[in-house]
């Protein structure tokens, strides 16, 4: 018997030291992982100065790690070792009863104050009122699941830092209030960093007022559960199939206004849709982009809303899911994201808008490098 348990171990050890590195040397390269929602290494090229500089090894070591023949279930095997071990944060995220949670980094107060004062300076050039709501993320709300001692932002200071720092002509949108309130609720996914479409609602509900309307009341919703199976980025960087699944719901305003045209702009095309829910990612592991689709740089909505009243919003993710309520208000609503552009003016002027509003979670406003790209 220990002979046979010898020569196991001895098979195991070969398997794992030479086959499974030949698997992988020969194995089909995929270029993006769906399950890790992040572009693989690709295979570095070599050259004696990269070797020299220790460069091509170090890529070298990245392009095997991630093409290594059955990474993901190598992964889930280091991190069920690792749970037992008593760990609970696994690459920035908190593993908690019932939820996955981010470590928040502490914010960027240069970034932040570039982009604080990019947006005053807009608001004193224009004469379209100018709006900011920052929302917190689901850390900023269930603080009381993460770990004891643990380092964590305190997220409502991030928000109150900046909007004590905006001008008085920008109008500021507390909607960290009725979010807290409504923790009970299914207002933030589980393995994901956004907000549920719930969570968008009481976010809406309290914004439009600022807005000068009245809320469309909930109960005028029909509400579909489009998916019962979404698992997020925070499921990405852990792979901690623990939690239950998320639920992808899409509000649709009963007897109310309906979408014309949706057209989704960048640097090479244009496209118009008939619909703002992009149903086809329903069947891929990136499910939130059901709203508004994949990030663009500007998309232009346009509704049958009798009325001149329009919107330009500056955002990230968290507005994608947050639009669809303000098709009952305006006519036309744009929607830039920074990050994908130089010059806004390329694509709307602010002074043909009733309303402005910069729509971020406090995790990318405390560090997004792109939103001071408004003063330019």
């Avoid at 995929?30 to 690709?42: A, D, G, I, M, V």
């Avoid at 100018?130 to 928000?159: C, F, R, W």
């Avoid at 900046?162 to 109008?171: A, G």
Wanted: with cysteine.
């Amino acid at each position: 018997m220990k002979e046979f348990m010898k020569k196991t171990e001895a098979v195991v050890f070969l398997a794992v030291i030479f086959i499974l590195p030949l698997l992988t040397l020969f194995s089909h390269k995929e270029s993006f992982s769906e399950l890790e929602n992040r572009t693989l290494q690709k295979k570095p090229d070599f050259s004696f100065d990269s070797w020299f500089e220790g460069s091509f090894m170090e890529e070298f070591d990245s392009y095997v790690s991630d093409h290594f023949t059955g990474r993901p279930g190598w992964i889930k095997m280091k991190l069920k070792a690792e749970l037992a071990l008593g760990r609970k944060e696994i690459n920035g995220i908190y593993i908690s009863d019932g939820r996955l949670i981010e470590r928040t980094p502490e914010p960027d107060y240069e970034t932040m104050d570039k982009s604080i004062e990019a947006i005053n300076s807009l608001a004193a050039s224009v004469d379209t009122p100018v709006y900011v709501m920052i929302a917190p993320t689901s850390a900023g709300i269930y603080t009381d699941l993460i770990p004891k001692n643990a380092p964590q932002l305190d997220q409502h200071s991030v928000i109150e830092y900046v909007y004590k720092n905006l001008d008085s002509r920008v109008s500021t949108v507390n909607i960290y209030d009725i979010l807290n309130a409504s923790r009970e609720d299914y207002i933030y996914y589980r393995n994901d960093h956004h907000w549920t479409s719930l969570g968008a609602y009481y976010a809406y509900s309290t914004a439009i007022q600022k807005l000068g309307f009245s809320a469309v009341p909930f109960s005028r919703y029909d509400i579909e559960h489009a998916s019962s199976d979404f698992r997020g980025t925070y499921y990405s960087k852990t792979l901690y199939d623990g939690i239950q699944p998320d639920i992808i719901d899409i509000y649709s305003c009963k007897e109310g206004e309906k979408v014309v045209s949706c057209t989704v702009s960048n640097a090479v095309e244009e496209k118009t849709y008939d619909s703002i829910y992009f149903r086809e990612f329903l069947d891929v592991k990136d499910k939130y982009s059901i709203y508004l689709g994949t990030n663009q740089p500007c998309i232009k909505i346009k509704t049958n809303l009798q009325s001149d009243k329009k919107i330009l919003i500056f955002k990230d993710s968290y507005a994608n899911s947050f639009v669809p309520f303000l098709t009952q208000h305006y006519n036309e609503i744009t929607v830039l994201d920074m990050r994908y552009i130089n010059n806004f003016r390329d694509y709307a002027d602010p002074e043909d808008y009733t309303h402005i509003l910069f729509l971020y979670n406090s995790t990318t406003f405390s560090s997004d490098d792109n939103i001071k790209k408004i003063a330019y």
